[in-house]
């Protein structure tokens, strides 16, 4: 595994903290898909994701902007890529240029495990993904609060890999839901060599255990039905754009009133987004259980307190706030669902992660 550990600069100036948010909070994202608009589908594509210029490589849309936001909220960042290590200096120059900030970047040593004939782990995401949450968890300058809480986290990824399985796998571990030996027939069933599933397992039993990951994100980048996912529980949320996921982390209390509009901001001057059509985007969180309503009063204040000086995108806003306060009165409480237990066995028959980039 390849790390380079950069220090936080801490919140942009004159940001401020979410309301009523009182403990640190870690993001971790996903590169290629999630953030980077990157093809792998032919050795074309791989040829030419290696030689663009850092200024070539396209952003998923609104993604660059709620890394930005999180930064400012003073959410610590790791972004974890199935990138080969070749590439960070591009890499790390891209980030600047979108203004990212972030505590850590690993990415895959795909020459290393060339030289030493390890050809799956070119493909596989468990054996590589996951013992490197797990030591970037144990890693943590500290895993609690000033008031004893554990750090918690959200977890950001795609639709294009195995992401919401290997995720669902390391916060069940973090709670303490997976056992060593079941850790190690997983992740044997998932292709994983035997060192990497020995640092799985010696990385596990050093976390401290309890419900961290808050949430799991998924961007359907394959615009893959939300339905593949219920079988993850109610955890992961799967989303079509960044203002749905800005949206969620709003409503959990992670990021400002402020931040969702920069957000929706950034969708429409730079994407040429629809202001109402990304106001119904909040109507399909809440049908499918994500969002309740509650944080839309906070954003209509938020957009009136904006829009008395002059606002980019001001008209675009107002529609997509005029959507959301109309849906309000029809908005019901998501139904409280409790986290079920996961047969990893089966999902790696099914998922099959070793034939995943």
Not at 43 to 49: G, I, N, Y
Not at 132 to 150: H, K
Not at 222 to 246: C, I, K, T
Not at 298 to 304: D, K, P, T, V
Request: charged share 30%.
């Amino acid at each position: 595994m390849n790390e380079r550990r950069v220090v936080p600069e801490g919140p942009a100036p004159g940001s401020s903290a979410p309301r009523g948010a009182s403990l640190p909070f870690v993001a971790r994202w996903d590169l290629d898909k999630t953030y980077l608009r990157t093809d792998f589908d032919t050795v074309r594509d791989l040829v030419r994701t290696a030689i663009e210029r850092p200024d070539q490589k396209r952003t998923v849309p609104g993604a660059a902007a709620l890394l930005r936001e999180l930064g400012r909220a003073g959410v610590e960042i790791h972004i974890l890529s199935g990138s080969p290590e070749q590439l960070r200096s591009r890499i790390e120059q891209k980030l600047r240029l979108d203004g990212a900030r972030w505590a850590s970047l690993t990415l895959k040593p795909n020459l290393q495990n060339i030289l030493r004939l390890r050809f799956r782990a070119l493909r596989g995401q468990l054996g590589y993904k996951l013992p490197a949450l797990l030591r970037r968890r144990c890693e943590l300058g500290s895993v609690r609060d000033a008031n004893g809480e554990l750090v918690r986290e959200v977890l950001l990824g795609d639709d294009a890999e195995a992401d919401a399985f290997v995720y669902s796998i390391y916060a069940d571990v973090c709670e303490g839901k997976v056992k060593p030996d079941e850790l190690v027939d997983i992740m044997r069933a998932g292709g994983a060599y035997e060192d990497t599933i020995l640092d799985a397992v010696r990385f596990a039993g050093y976390v401290e255990k309890g419900p961290v990951v808050e949430r799991i994100l998924i961007h359907l980048d394959r615009q893959s039905s939300p339905s593949d996912f219920r079988l993850y529980g109610p955890r992961v949320v799967p989303f079509y754009n960044y203002l749905q996921a800005a949206f969620v982390l709003h409503e959990d209390g992670r990021i400002p009133d402020r931040a969702v509009l920069r957000v929706a901001q950034d969708l429409v001057a730079s994407h040429n987004f629809d202001g109402a059509a990304l106001g119904r985007s909040y109507l399909d969180l809440s049908r499918r259980g994500h969002v309740s309503g509650r944080g839309i009063p906070a954003i209509a204040e938020a957009y009136r307190e904006l829009t008395q000086g002059r606002a980019a995108s001001a008209s675009e806003l107002g529609a997509m706030v005029q959507s959301l306060e109309h849906m309000l009165p029809d908005l019901r409480p998501p139904v409280s669902r409790a986290e079920k237990a996961l047969d990893y066995r089966a999902m790696v028959a099914a998922h099959n992660p070793r034939t995943r980039r």
